[in-house]
Nanobody
Framework: QVQLVESGGDLVQPGGSLRLSCAVS???????MGWYRQAPGKERELVAI???????HYASAVKGRFTISRDNAKKAMYLQMNSLKPEDTAVYYC?????????WGRGTQVTVSS
């Protein structure tokens, strides 16, 4: 079983930066993993992901501003968020899949506001 634990959410001003972390147990078993977010009143949406094929994919809304990375030795995944906008406000979830099974963290709140 895979456990995912997010951290790093905070209140930040527009234009600011934030780095989210996700502790990933069994990271070497993961087929695909990434970040999703859910804003109030909206559906959960993909932010960035390492695909099963080893490449990365970003939502168009964050491309050029967010960077996904991973450190297998530390069993961790990160999301560097720059030039944050109020519309980036959401709960950010860590996601992983293993042989078709999906795993989610509990989420970390990111609020972008002046």
């Amino acid at each position: 079983q895979v456990q995912l634990v997010e951290s790093g959410g905070d209140l930040v001003q527009p234009g600011g930066s934030l780095r989210l972390s996700c502790a990933v147990s069994a990271i070497f078993s993961i087929n695909a993993m990434g970040w999703y977010r859910q804003a109030p009143g909206k559906e959960r949406e993909l932010v960035a992901i390492f695909t099963t094929f080893g490449d990365t994919h970003y939502a168009s809304a964050v491309k050029g501003r967010f960077t996904i990375s991973r450190d297998n030795a530390k069993k961790a995944m990160y999301l560097q968020m720059n030039s944050l906008k109020p519309e980036d406000t959401a709960v950010y979830y860590c996601y992983g899949s293993v042989n078709g099974l999906q795993y989610w963290g509990r989420g970390t709140q990111v609020t972008v506001s002046s």
